[in-house]
């Protein structure tokens, strides 16, 4: 049974009302890949009576009031991804599609979907707690930089005039919510729930203060040591309380939630999901029928990318379930009328961190490496390959199960100390391309970007070569690049192009990066300052300049040449053109393994 997204289904149950109603930017796919209905299912499994409103038309309050008052408070978000970033390609262009939508149709949520949804509730039910949570609160609880209007915004809890904001992975906060206000506490009762913020005034207990919302949006040094002030307070075995102010008023930020450990995993995955859109919808949703036939093995991230929010918003500590819940699962989706024999993707943020973990309990409590494994892999560090080999040999053993794939992104520096996960992959689950994400190759931009670097790739790639070859597999890489990342000039990008060449991977699409809120990589794209080093970073904020390094990883489509020489003039390279398209390196004429390696690059 979905949980109730109409009065009559409210009634259905039984119920006349409800105690937390959920409002999400997203259709309702009851899976437990999406946030908010798996945060429903958790809260019906603790006896909560739970209604989602989703994609409520916002223009008036009354699709608003469709599952009437509830008893404890509404619960909102934009979705999967902020709203902004939905909505707007990286050269801040309106999307045409949204794949969180049926038909995969434009529209269904507004810009700022956490704003707009808080007020409309405000105006129908004033007096009911608004509890804001997901990606875009998550990503913008402090004074942020937004970059679809080029400025430092204030916290979202005071454009949102929400009562209390969860963050990160929201499970523990949100029962701890619910159950506190069921059992008669009052808001100003609830200030020191984990993983939540709320607006208040400082007061005399042990708290990190960082610079406020006025100095953060007027200094950009200041903007860099809020955000590295803010960073070191991740670790939530020592984290403390962080309050911002923003004019008389603070936001006060309470340490993160714990992780949950493998058996409270296991059963946030056991919730009796319906592994379907609602039966409401008539249209195909895109974002289901990718995610339908995969499986999370885990959560979280110790990689540390710079340009990426997974630490931020799931945390460094990976959060794995058992081999038997995942099979369960796997089980039970075999027996779907739909299963045609094919696990789409057993993984998570990194698919090779499946059971990781630091090795040194009172040493990961004190930790404050933004990961794991640049720029160095920590020796505390656990990489035993053990468990995340032997889930996929498992998978791959199932009767019904024709063929698991993995593709969640591996870390390939981290691969190079699992060989029996690397065989495993290789010899079975790559489907023909592999994603990887060098991201770049020059080895100043991959250090801001916390990346592992190119003699780590071409290990990587030769290791993958004769993996494929190993397994009689004629196998390739789909390679994810950035362009116009902090730190990357328009010299580094044709470096960049060169040395792919020279390794005969050519690309079809590249990602223009994102300042999206909340990460490392945004923090420097705004204030051209290294949060973490105190370094000036070098930034292309022009639209031509990032074409144009964009243009030169494209070099080889007829598309892409007048940018490319007008690079290379720019460069005052001209005579290099002949680098690019003067036929073929040394390598590429000496090597059949590399020549037939042409790879295409899939959009993220
Ligand atoms: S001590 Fe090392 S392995 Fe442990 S959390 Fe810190 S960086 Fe990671």
């Known amino acids: 049974m979905f949980i109730p997204t109409t009065q ?284 339908k036939t995969s499986i999370t093995s885990h959560r979280g991230c110790f990689g540390g990318c710079a340009f990426c929010a997974i630490t931020m918003h799931q945390g460094k500590t990976i959060q794995s379930r058992s081999k038997s819940s995942i099979l369960a699962e796997i089980s039970a989706l075999t027996r779907k009328s739909w299963f045609r024999g094919t696990i789409s993707d057993v993984g998570g943020p990194t698919a090779n961190m499946y059971g990781l973990g630091c090795g040194n309990v009172d040493a990961m409590k004190k930790c404050l490496r933004e990961s794991c494994l640049f720029p160095q892999i920590c020796k505390n560090l656990c990489t035993s390959d053990a468990a995340a080999t032997s889930l996929l040999q498992a998978v791959r053993a199932l009767d019904e199960v024709r063929h698991t794939a993995v593709s969640s992104g591996v870390r390939y520096d981290l691969l190079e100390k699992q060989p029996a996960y690397f065989r495993e992959l290789t010899g079975h689950h790559v489907s023909g391309l592999l994603k990887i994400a060098p991201e770049h190759l020059v080895e100043h931009v991959t250090d801001i970007m916390r990346k592992p670097g190119k003699k780590a790739f071409e290990t990587f790639l030769a290791r993958f070569r004769e993996e494929s070859d190993r397994a009689g597999k004629r196998q390739y890489i789909v390679p994810y690049l950035i362009s116009g990342h902090p730190g990357c000039t328009l010299a580094d990008m044709f470096e960049l192009a060169l040395i792919l060449k020279k390794m005969a991977i050519k690309v079809e699409q590249v990602q223009d990066f994102t300042p999206t809120p909340g990460t490392i990589a945004t923090c420097i794209f705004h204030s051209g300052i290294d949060p973490m080093n105190g370094k000036r970073v070098y930034i292309a904020t022009s639209d031509r300049e990032k074409g144009l390094q964009k243009a030169l990883l494209l070099w080889h489509l007829p598309t892409e040449r007048a940018k490319v020489i007008e690079a290379l003039k720019e460069l005052g390279r001209e005579a290099d053109a002949k680098l690019l398209w003067g036929g073929g390196t040394e390598s590429q004429r000496s090597s059949p393994a590399l020549r037939k390696k042409t790879v295409t690059k899939k959009t993220r």
């Open 8 to 291: 009559e289904e409210v009634s259905k149950r039984g119920w006349k009302d409800l105690d937390v109603i959920f409002v999400s930017g997203d259709a309702y796919i009851d899976h437990p890949a999406f946030g908010v209905p798996l945060l429903a299912r958790w809260l019906e499994s603790h006896g909560f009576r739970v209604g989602i409103i989703a994609q409520p038309d916002w223009r008036s309050k009354e699709p608003f009031m469709a599952l009437g008052r509830p008893r404890l408070f509404f619960a909102v978000s934009a979705g999967a991804m902020d709203s902004m970033v939905a909505h707007y390609t990286p050269a801040r262009k309106l999307r045409h599609d949204d794949a969180y939508t049926p038909g995969n149709r434009h529209g269904a949520r507004p810009n700022r979907a956490i704003m707009v949804y808080t007020s409309r509730l405000k105006e129908a039910f004033k007096d009911v707690p608004v509890v804001i949570g997901g990606i875009e609160a998550s990503l913008r609880r402090f004074a942020h930089y937004d970059f679809w209007e080029n400025k430092v915004r204030r916290s979202i809890l005071f454009d949102a005039k929400a009562d209390l904001l969860i963050y990160g992975m929201a499970e523990r906060a949100i029962l701890e919510v619910a159950q506190r206000m069921k059992d008669g506490q009052t808001l100003e009762e609830l200030r020191d729930v984990r993983g939540s913020a709320y607006i208040g005034r400082v007061g005399n207990g042990a708290h990190v203060e960082i610079p406020s919302y006025e100095e953060t949006s007027s200094s950009k040094e200041k903007f860099a040591e809020a955000f590295r002030l803010v960073y070191l307070q991740q670790n939530p075995w020592s984290a403390q309380i962080v309050a911002q102010q923003h004019a008389n008023r603070a936001l006060i930020c309470n340490p993160p939630a714990f992780p949950l450990t493998e058996q409270e995993m296991d059963s946030v995955y056991a919730l009796p999901f319906e592994k379907s859109p609602h039966p409401s919808y008539l249209e195909t949703i895109p974002a289901w029928e990718q995610i």
